[in-house]
């Protein structure tokens, strides 16, 4: 099993899944929480990462188009997110969350998913910040995966230098914490930043399904560690890696992460298709689930079609240039 160090200090954790189909993986002293849908015959397997504030709530559609198509579906709370326990520290490092997830997979490849598909490569969706953490997750053991599909992924960090050195100053972080759980962890708060991401008015049932689990404890504090271990991903260099392939998709009107981040990903990796989905806002895997699944499910059908990514890093050149064709 990988292994890697990382400093964190744990804080609330939700006494049990809310969910019938949710449990928990404990790594050391941290609690992830998620949930599995299992179809009647496993024909592959996709693992879905949220992003900022989300959960495993932001994917509630994806199951019904996913599991008729014979995926495993399997959903994560990031730390600090969702139901999964609170924590400061190093963990929020984009790296180390990356790796904390392929340990995780490695999990449930060994534990949890059946026989028939656990030696299958894994399908990773993210969105926005669960974008760039899919992203790095896949470069990291990119033999793993047969195909990433990447939702408005957040590859530039929006705090600059001088607020992330703000932020940690000591006698200010407990201003810092006040203001975060008192103005943008408020009802009236999250409200508009839904509206914001979705480009509409929210439903009780979408305001709530996010409101719950950013109550729990410790969520503010967590959320301040997250930033000031925050990075931009510098994609000049990955070019020319051995990477599976990728799939973009953004909201026609997102105002939340520029389309230009997809348009920079493309320059390094030309053979990305973006997608754009009409009328769609930040989340539209959310708010236009049926333009969003069946474009990736396609994607990950042409995946497999190709068949079987090179098993070593030394044949990517011999690939790529096999299916440019």
């Known amino acids: 099993m990988m292994g890697f160090l990382f400093f964190a200090t744990s804080m609330g954790l939700a006494q049990e899944s809310p969910f019938e189909n949710g449990a928990f993986w404990k790594r050391e002293d941290l609690f992830l929480h998620y949930r599995i849908w299992y179809p009647p015959i496993p024909q592959g397997k996709v693992l879905f990462i949220h992003g900022l504030g989300g959960s495993t709530f932001s994917w509630r559609h994806a199951p019904d188009f996913f599991l008729q198509a014979g995926y495993l579906v399997v959903t994560v709370d990031l730390p600090g997110f969702g139901y999964s326990q609170r924590v400061v520290g190093t963990v929020h490092k984009p790296e180390n969350r990356a790796r904390l997830l392929l340990e995780f997979l490695r999990y449930l490849d060994e534990k949890v998913v059946p026989e028939v598909v656990s030696d299958q490569r894994w399908y990773l969706v993210g969105h926005s910040l669960g974008g760039s953490t899919a992203f790095l997750v896949a470069m990291e053991e990119p033999e793993r995966f047969q195909g990433v599909a990447l939702i408005a992924p957040a590859l530039r960090n929006p705090a600059g230098r001088f607020f992330k050195i703000l932020t940690s100053f000591p006698p200010t972080r407990k201003c810092w914490i006040t203001l975060i759980r008192n103005f943008f962890l408020a009802p009236s708060r999250l409200k508009k930043s839904l509206q914001v991401?979705?480009?509409?008015?929210?439903?009780?049932?979408?305001?709530?399904?996010?409101?719950?689990?950013?109550?729990?404890?410790?969520?503010?504090?967590?959320?301040l560690s997250l930033v000031n271990n925050a990075a931009s991903l510098k994609l000049s260099s990955f070019r020319g890696k051995f990477h599976p392939p990728f799939l973009l998709i953004w909201g026609e009107k997102d105002r939340v992460v520029p389309r230009r981040q997809g348009k920079r990903f493309r320059e390094i990796f030309p053979d990305t298709p973006l997608?754009?989905?009409?009328?769609?806002?930040?989340c539209p895997m959310e708010t236009h689930p049926k333009d969003v699944y069946p474009v990736i499910l396609e994607f990950f059908a042409t995946s497999t079609e190709k068949g079987s990514l090179p098993e070593t890093r030394e044949s990517w050149s011999d690939f790529q240039e096999a299916h440019r064709r």
């Open 275 to 282: 997608h754009i989905i009409q009328e769609a806002f930040h």
């Open 197 to 223: 991401a979705y480009g509409r008015k929210v439903t009780a049932e979408e305001f709530e399904g996010y409101r719950k689990p950013l109550e729990l404890s410790g969520t503010a504090r967590s959320l």
